[in-house]
């Protein structure tokens, strides 16, 4: 089953080609991604599915411009990004791209609100009020912005930092295992807040995770395994996904 | 356990050889100085050993009191101790100044070392000839081998020499070797008859050489001819003079080494901010690796040990490059030496096991103490640590040691400012205040950091917003850390600041005093010798001249104390300097009266009339009347003004000599032209120079420019520890935070930026060290000028372009500090940093 995995006609906007990632050279060479090809649709959630050491981390970085693959295309937005040197990657970071990673997601030296504006300010641009206002609000930070990172619980800095990923208005952004370190409670929250930042801002979010229960809140879920695409399902539920995962393991197992 | 420490320190190489040079740069000063000081006294005992060769006993005056010099000895007692069965021979200590000059015309000496002249005595063994043969009458002179190769003139050529400072014209007829290196000393010898009449015109000699006959010891010799001896002679074997003359060098070396010795002090202290530092950090990183030793079952005490092993280690491995490094230093030291004074000094670079004991003692103890603190944290560790997630040291009592130290510095601050401006300010109190205000500046520190740091990265937020706003928060994170890596370049530039300002006010205050109150056209002057006493007489019958007045100098000792006096001619002092009587008047120097400053006299509650006894030079006894009272005066200082004649039975003849002699010109003659008649007058006494009184003091703000350097030199040593300590804080912050750097790239931080925003937490922690240093200095420093109003430091001034200096330089500093982090920062793969545990 590897290569294109199509999708319902929607405009894509970032898309694997031929993607491919090798650790390490000769005996030793690892395959973390085996020509993957693939596209997130504009304004839809995505999850990545998959074991570990499946690659989906790996294809997520690749993605985000974070890692350089060993052969492919990634285009984002409708650039290709594979010629592109370190101040263009940087600066395709600040611009297009919004990150949300699993933990440590926070300078701690700065307040909730800097925390936020951070990839505005680095980049020299203006913050847009109203919008700043409506993600604060979406989020229920309003009365936390002039706190610490250290002041806020873990679901609250999750929080920010999903804030900080849409200030910018992002072509896309990436969560990786965004709820990982979190309770269910607070995990509800942020997923929630990811799903509505789709369908009230039409934001696109390509999210990595490994629980089927965050899998559901996706528009589709890619699933994984040993550096390919095995599968994909379209409104996907936990329990749906669950008896899938279930299927990869005893084939895994069979295999 | 041993092998955890090994391993730590391998586990964090780069940080442990930074700390490991810091060490050594503060205890090669430690080694350095004992080698110089090691090498100077072997130089100096040689010359000792060697010149008491073929000597067995000496005789002398006795000293009376300690600040009077020896009195001489009459020559006549020669004959008495020729009567003395035991004695061989009788050497009279003919002793003077003798300035060879050579060919260009040029005095073949050195400021550091005496231009001795000598009687040449054809059994003397101390010096043996080399070629030619003994001077025979005032024509002729033999010249030590050293001397005459630095003068470039060979046995046979007719040279100029001063003779106690008089020209004359000699033949050199032989070359002598002296057995030791002469460390710049110049020794030219004359026959008897001459060595006589030049060093001993009133019949008296500082002292006689005696060599026993053949089967008498020197102690016997000793005992022997103690018998005949006068009351006020004595007499030592050489053996016993030998061992006075290398204690006194001892002492003398004493000063020395003291003096480097705290400049190596200040080194280590700066150093132990660094170490402090570098071992908190250290451990604040292996916290989770200390809890986990702790969990599996180390002890308190072991773990203890493991961080101090660390230091022991450490410590060791850099004061034994310190010693090293201290080997290249003396020895540098010594060609400097050498090339100043034109002959080797020194006997090599002696290390001996005093020096390497003392230096790995001092850079085990240092480092030790310095880690004590973060390893006593590291043992309050609890096991369960190793199991938590985040794990925050907070030190605690920040605010409280914070407001102790603004307290200390602040009651400091205003005891030192009450000291300074009492009418008698006590220097043991001053310096008691001044460490509370340095101590307090330290403490209080951490808390300063916050203000200082917005003021100073205020710049850099308003013109590189987010990166400047990183960058002060970065600084700001730990302020004791930030603080202490800063304490370490405020404490060098609060010395240079302070230093500075004392030597500025300096100048200032001694240009003033030249223009106030010396009222001469010309200032003559030989350095620190005597002019010979023909330059004065010879000059007041120039064209153009107006008075003159020679200074002659005596020490005299009166009622347990010590003060110079002065002579000279009373009408020509007054026009040559501007002083003022109290009460009194001038002339009464001429009725043999003496004059004493206005601060003497009360001190005393002498007025016109009143009458002391007092030692003049070596002469004892003397009944002195107050003929009068002058305003304190900062030319003359607390010197009294003697009559000539009390001068000169105080200085023995062959001794005597002024100091300054200072000419005015008579009203309406060219100036110029006087002047070029002044300089073809002493053109052939080659050492002395003349001067205006802008020249004079230019000569003397000159000296203390060269003293400055000197200083600035020594003190440059602490500011590369401290910019080492900077280096170091940073690296290991840019390492703590290799996470968050990862975070910041991810979100589109560009190298650039991120290369500004460490350069910025750099420049701002220098900058804070400097400014907190500058202010500190300047205090200190105003402080010490106002404590020396009354000694003539009377007018304050800042050197405001030096401290700015300081200031951009130690911006510059912060830069080159944070190059190496920067490379790193930017370097690190920004995937790897994020995934970093």
Redesign the interface.
Same mark, same amino acid.
């Given at each position: 089953m590897s290569g294109s995995s199509g999708s319902s006609g929607a405009e894509a906007v970032a898309s694997a080609v031929g993607l491919s990632k090798v650790y390490g050279s000769g005996p030793a060479a690892v395959t973390a991604l085996d020509s993957v090809s693939v596209d997130f649709e504009r304004g839809r959630l995505t999850a990545i599915m998959g074991p570990s050491g499946s690659g989906k981390s790996t294809l997520m970085?690749c993605m985000a411009a974070?890692?350089r693959p060993t052969s492919g295309q990634v285009i984002i937005d409708g650039q290709s990004i594979a010629q592109l040197k370190?101040?263009a990657l940087?600066?395709l *970071?600040?611009?297009r791209l919004g990150?949300v990673?699993q933990a440590?997601?926070?300078?701690?030296?700065?307040s909730a609100r800097?925390n936020i504006t951070?990839?505005l300010?680095?980049?020299?641009a203006k913050v847009d009020p109203e919008w700043f206002d409506l993600v604060i609000e979406t989020l229920g930070m309003a009365d936390r912005l002039s706190h610490r990172p250290?002041e806020l619980s873990g679901g609250q800095q999750q929080r920010v930092a999903c804030a *900080?990923a849409l200030v910018s208005r992002p072509a896309i952004v990436f969560a990786d295992e965004p709820t990982g370190n979190l309770d269910s409670r607070s995990s509800a929250e942020i997923l929630g807040f990811l799903r509505r930042s789709v369908d009230d801002f039409g934001q696109s979010i390509v999210m990595v995770t490994h629980d089927p229960g965050s899998a559901a809140f996706a528009d589709r879920v890619l699933f994984l395994a040993d550096g390919r695409i095995v599968d994909e399902m379209v409104d996907p539920s936990a329990e749906k996904v669950l008896e899938r995962m279930k299927g990869f393991e005893m084939a895994g197992r069979r295999g | 356990m041993l092998r955890i420490t090994l391993k730590g320190v391998r586990g964090h190489l780069l940080r442990f050889v930074l700390t490991a040079v810091a060490v050594s740069l503060g205890v090669s000063l430690v080694a350095g100085t004992y080698v110089l000081t090691d090498s100077i006294k072997a130089t100096f005992d040689g010359i000792v050993d060697s010149g008491v060769k073929g000597v067995d006993a000496s005789v002398r005056a006795v000293k009376v009191e300690d600040d009077v010099p020896r009195e001489n000895l009459p020559l006549s007692l020669e004959k008495d101790l020729r009567g003395i069965e035991e004695v061989g021979q009788v050497y009279p200590g003919y002793q003077g100044s003798a300035v060879l000059v050579d060919r260009e015309g040029t005095a073949v000496r050195n400021s550091m070392a005496p231009t001795i002249g000598l009687a040449y005595w054809p059994d003397d063994i101390a010096l043996t000839m080399v070629r030619g043969r003994g001077p025979q009458g005032p024509g002729e002179i033999v010249v030590e081998k050293s001397t005459l190769k630095r003068s470039g003139l060979a046995v046979g050529d007719t040279a100029q020499v001063l003779v106690q400072g008089e020209p004359r014209k000699a033949k050199i007829v032989g070359e002598m070797d002296f057995d030791a290196a002469l460390a710049g000393a110049t020794l030219v010898l004359f026959d008897g008859p001459t060595a006589q009449k030049a060093f001993s015109p009133d019949g008296t000699v500082q002292g006689f050489s005696l060599r026993g006959k053949a089967g008498t010891s020197p102690e016997q010799l000793r005992d022997r001819v103690a018998q005949v001896l006068p009351a006020e002679a004595e007499v030592l074997t050489s053996a016993q003079l030998q061992q006075e003359a290398e204690e006194d060098m001892d002492s003398k070396l004493g000063y020395v080494s003291t003096f480097l010795l705290v400049f190596a002090a200040i080194g280590l202290f700066v150093g132990s901010f660094l170490i402090a530092n570098t071992f908190s950090m250290l451990v604040a990183r292996r916290v989770r690796e200390l809890a986990l030793l702790r969990a599996v079952g180390a002890s308190r005490g072991q773990v203890l040990r493991v961080v101090l092993g660390e230091a022991l280690v450490i410590g060791a491995v850099g004061a034994g490059l310190g010693v090293l490094v201290g080997l290249g230093i003396a020895s540098g030291a010594l060609a400097f030496l050498a090339d100043q004074s034109g002959s080797p000094v020194g006997t090599g670079t002696p290390l001996q096991g005093r020096t390497v004991a003392i230096s790995l003692l001092v850079g085990i103890v240092v480092t030790m103490m310095s880690a004590l603190v973060p390893a006593l944290r590291a043992s309050r560790i609890s096991p369960v640590d190793a199991l938590r997630d985040d794990i925050?040291m907070t030190p605690k009592g920040a605010r409280i040691r914070g407001t102790i130290g603004i307290v200390l510095s602040v009651l400091g601050s205003a005891a030192l400012a009450g000291e300074v401006t009492a009418s008698s300010p006590a220097w043991s109190l001053i310096g008691v205040y001044a460490l509370a205000v340095v101590s307090g500046s330290l403490l209080a520190a951490p808390l300063s950091a916050r203000p200082v740091i917005h003021v100073v990265c205020w710049p850099f937020v308003v013109f590189s917003?987010?990166?400047g706003?990183?960058a002060r928060?970065?600084a700001?994170?730990n302020p004791r850390r930030t603080a202490s890596t800063a304490s370490a370049l405020m404490i060098g530039l609060a010395l240079i600041a302070g230093v500075g300002v004392i030597a500025e006010s300096m100048k200032a205050s001694v240009a003033d005093i030249v223009e106030d109150e010396l009222t001469s056209d010309f200032v003559l002057s030989a350095g620190n010798e005597p002019i010979a006493p023909s330059v004065a007489s010879r000059a007041e019958k120039l064209d153009g001249v107006g008075s003159v007045v020679a200074m002659g100098q005596v020490p005299l000792a009166f009622q347990g104390e010590w003060a110079t006096g002065l002579t000279g001619d009373s009408r020509a002092l007054g026009e040559s300097i501007r002083l003022p009587m109290v009460s009194g008047e001038l002339s009464a120097l001429e009725r043999g009266q003496v004059l004493v400053p206005e601060e003497m006299a009360k001190a005393h509650s002498w007025t016109v009339g009143s009458t002391f006894e007092a030692a003049v030079g070596s002469s004892r006894g003397h009944r002195l009347t107050v003929g009068g009272v002058f305003e304190d005066s900062q030319v003359l200082g607390q010197s009294l003004l003697v009559p000539r004649p009390l001068y000169e039975k105080g200085v023995p003849l062959g001794e005597q000599g002024d100091f300054y002699i200072f000419v005015k010109a008579s009203a309406g003659a060219d100036l110029e032209k006087v002047r070029s008649e002044l300089k073809g007058l002493v053109k052939q006494y080659i050492v002395v120079s003349v001067q205006d009184s802008q020249e004079y003091t230019q000569s003397m703000a000159d000296d203390v420019d060269q003293l400055l350097l000197t200083l600035y030199a020594l003190l440059f040593l602490s500011v590369v520890i401290a910019v080492l300590g900077i280096f170091n804080t940073l690296a290991l912050s840019v390492f703590e935070r290799t996470?968050?750097i990862g975070?910041?790239?991810?979100?589109?931080?560009?190298?650039w930026?991120l290369s500004r925003v460490v350069t910025i937490e750099a420049v701002a922690t220098a900058v804070f060290g400097a400014v907190l240093g500058s202010l500190v200095g300047l205090g200190l420093g105003i402080a010490v000028q106002q404590a020396l109003v009354s000694e003539g430091l009377d007018i304050l001034s800042i050197p405001w372009m030096t401290i700015g200096v300081l200031v951009g330089f130690s911006g510059v500093v912060g830069v080159l500090a944070a190059v190496f982090p920067t490379v790193r920062a930017v370097r690190l793969d920004?995937?790897k940093a994020?995934s970093t545990e």
């Open positions: 970085h974070l890692d370190d101040r940087t600066r *970071r600040r611009e990150f990673f440590f997601n926070l300078v701690p030296t700065l800097e951070l990839p300010d680095i980049a020299g250290s *900080r | 925050v917003g987010v990166v706003r990183l928060q970065n700001l994170r996470r968050e975070l910041l790239r991810a979100v589109g931080l560009g190298r930026q920004v995937l994020i």
